[in-house]
């Protein structure tokens, strides 16, 4: 399974910015799509999580109201919508995915990590 990350960079404290984390490989079923983030010198933390059946979502604290996980199933692609972006929100941001293969085994998929910076 592989995952591409995209849409990181630069903003300013108040800004906004959308990851993309499109997955592919030999899928039979994706479970659950988060995201996590890690800042330097700090473990990384979950951010959000989305199923992708059902389509429930969990949040950690620290967004909750500011960001928004979402899914596109037919593309395979998951989204994260921040707003109102703080300067404690700079981290690598990585994608997972929770994979069952098309050999039925399990995949915990993680992506390369996008670098998202918000300046003061």
């Known amino acids: 399974v592989q995952l591409v990350e995209s849409g990181g960079g630069l903003v300013q404290a108040g800004g906004s910015l959308r990851l993309s984390c499109a997955a592919s490989?030999?899928?039979?079923?994706?479970?659950?799509m988060g995201w996590y983030r890690q800042a330097p010198g700090k473990q990384r933390e979950l951010v959000a999580v989305i199923s992708t059946g059902g389509g429930s979502t969990h949040y950690a604290d620290s967004v909750k109201g500011r960001f928004t996980i979402s899914k596109d199933n037919a593309k395979n692609t998951m989204y994260l919508q921040m707003n109102s972006l703080k300067p404690e929100d700079t981290a690598v941001y990585y994608c997972?995915?929770?994979?069952?293969?098309?050999?039925?085994?399990?995949?915990?998929?993680w992506g390369q990590g996008t670098l998202v910076t918000v300046s003061a």
């Open positions: 997972n995915a929770k994979v069952t293969l098309a050999t039925m085994s399990i995949s915990d998929a």
């Open positions: 490989g030999n899928i039979f079923r994706i479970n659950t």
